[in-house]
């Protein structure tokens, strides 16, 4: 088993991160993607399921997927306490707490992201979070769906970040300009982009936004949908 991290994009702002042969499953929006047809949401692998906020295009498949997989979900307590009257369990954690998983060894730190955060009937989804990912010396930022914030710049007093996984579509979200600040915020090199093109309105122009990357001395992946990168390869 190798002692890296590998993350496959799913589309929209999905990602499954895999770290010794566990899956760690963010915000499944998929079977409602018409960008992600090909990918068959019974394939998917999950030992637990991150889910940031409620909002419908990241938790469209969560119930599906841990009724399959027996998954369980680490997300907020509100979040959870939806899932578990569906009689899907977790793991409820809060904005600035940590737990470890994996028998230990992946540290999951919720943080702060500026967003809102309700179901699709209008409850109430608890406050909109991202997660730091620590395994192995190797730490991924999941933002969530988040506005550039101050609060930002304290994840490197802490943590060295070699991935941060961005929503970059604008409109909903942060776009490309604030996405590259957010890179500088938390001092990492290399962006894998998320949370665009779903929708018209979050359509972006993939070779100017690397370009503008480029400029800022930082690296835009943008995968295929179903395609993965391996994180060590991005490590100096």
Known sequence: ITKNMKVTYLGHACVNIEIEGAHFLVDPFISANPLAQHININDIEATYILLTHAH???IL???AIAK???APLITNPEILAHY???GIDGHDMNIGGSHRFLDGKVKIKMIKAVHSSSFPDGSYGGNPAGF???YNDTTIYVSGDTALTMDMKIIPHQYKVDLGIFPIGNNYTMGVRDAITAAKFVETDNVL???YDTFEVIKIDKEASKRKFSDAH???HLLEIGA???VSTLIR
Do not use: Q
Request: charged share 35%.
């Open 56 to 58: 419908g295009d990241h």
């Open 132 to 134: 730091l990912i620590n």
């Open 61 to 63: 498949d969560a119930e």
């Open 84 to 86: 578990r009257a569906l």
């Open 218 to 220: 930082k690296r835009l």
């Open 68 to 70: 399959r997989t027996g």
């Open 228 to 230: 993965t990168l391996d």
């Open 193 to 195: 982009g998320v949370h």
